[in-house]
């Protein structure tokens, strides 16, 4: 049981999000969804600062790329084909992620931090200065896509309640992605070059190509949520491309525990949850939530993801006491 504990909450947990929308106020619903697509896009930077070794400060590119897609495939007086609005955004991430990849993996360290973190600003610039990206105003999105596929329509997005299980239905089937990745031989040269890269590269693996294919990866995800978030609010601004949005789903990585998924979901929601506590007490709620960063590292520095294997210890270390 000890050793299944982990996964018996995160079903938990499952079952918790299936069943809420049932019994919930609709400002909860939303607001839930809001933390399902930042776990999504939390996810996706932990495949790079988890179990890469890659601490990017841009990631936000790639999630506002994607929003800011749907939003200009979009028509002014109709809904989008949800069939070509959705795959257009994912693929814009990623290709945005491969070609900034091909220059950022060239760094390392301090520089690749730095590096990603001017790339997302020139990104967040093109949108900003440019009547490409409505300026600061941003643009808004007024029809949500439509999935119609010749007169059946598999599932409605104007529908809240649809809208929240089509969000909760990506967010595992990213879980289930990553998790298959991560298992397969791709994804043990990925934990080997976290360990140790030299070593790899002396054993023959073009350590740059995984690099490349992991950023990618990651990019296409971060993708997937900001397409998610232009579709449940209906706007986009640049500010979704901004260096704070990179910081705020890296301190969820860092929350949640590297080198977790559950753990970089987990975190997501401690965050949104953290942040609408201190937002209720303070307009400087940055700096209670960096005392909580700063107190997690400190104190937990497993994050959210450690908490279970705390709990069998300190069942365990009861039990030989009684014992």
Do not use: C
């Not at 001017?118 to 808004?140: K, N, V």
């Not at 995984?210 to 950023?215: V, W």
């Not at 995800?221 to 910081?247: D, N, R």
């Not at 965050?271 to 909580?292: A, N, P, R, Y």
């Amino acid at each position: 049981m000890n050793s299944r504990l982990p996964l018996f909450l995160q079903l938990l947990a499952l079952l918790v999000l299936i069943a809420y929308p049932l019994y919930g106020s609709s400002f909860y619903v939303e607001m839930l969804a809001k933390t399902l697509v930042m776990a999504i896009f939390a996810m996706s930077l932990a495949l790079l600062v988890g179990f890469t070794g890659l601490v990017s400060l841009g990631h936000a590119a790639y999630f506002g790329i994607a929003a800011y897609v749907v939003a200009l495939v979009t028509p002014k007086y109709d809904p989008a084909s949800f069939w070509f609005a959705f795959p257009a955004s994912v693929l814009a991430a990623a290709l945005a992620a491969l070609v900034i990849g091909l220059f950022v993996l060239r760094t390392k360290g301090i520089y690749f931090i730095m590096v990603t973190l001017a790339f997302a600003q020139m990104a967040y610039y093109i949108f900003h200065d440019t009547p490409l990206g409505g300026g600061s105003d941003g643009i808004y999105l007024n029809f949500k896509p439509d999935a119609a596929i010749g007169g059946w329509v598999p599932f409605d997005l104007n529908e809240p309640l649809q809208m929240y299980y089509f969000i909760l239905a990506a967010m595992v089937a990213v879980f289930v992605l990553l998790k298959l990745v991560l298992r397969s031989p791709f994804g043990r040269v990925l934990a080997g070059i976290h360990s140790n890269e030299h070593r790899m590269q002396s054993l023959g693996y073009a350590t740059f190509r995984y690099k490349l294919a992991a950023f990618t990866l990651a990019g296409a995800l971060a993708g997937v949520a900001g397409f998610l978030y232009a579709v449940l609010f209906g706007f986009v601004t640049p500010e979704y491309l901004s260096w704070h949005q990179s910081g705020n789903v890296l301190m969820m990585v860092i929350l949640g525990g590297m080198g977790s998924l559950a753990g970089a979901a987990a975190g997501a929601f401690a965050f949104i949850g953290l942040q609408e506590l201190f937002t209720d007490l303070s307009k400087h709620w940055q700096l209670l939530m960096g005392s909580v960063i700063v107190l997690a590292v400190l104190f937990m520095p497993d994050g959210l993801a450690g908490l279970p294997k705390r709990v069998i210890r300190m069942i365990n270390w009861g039990e030989d006491k009684n014992g």
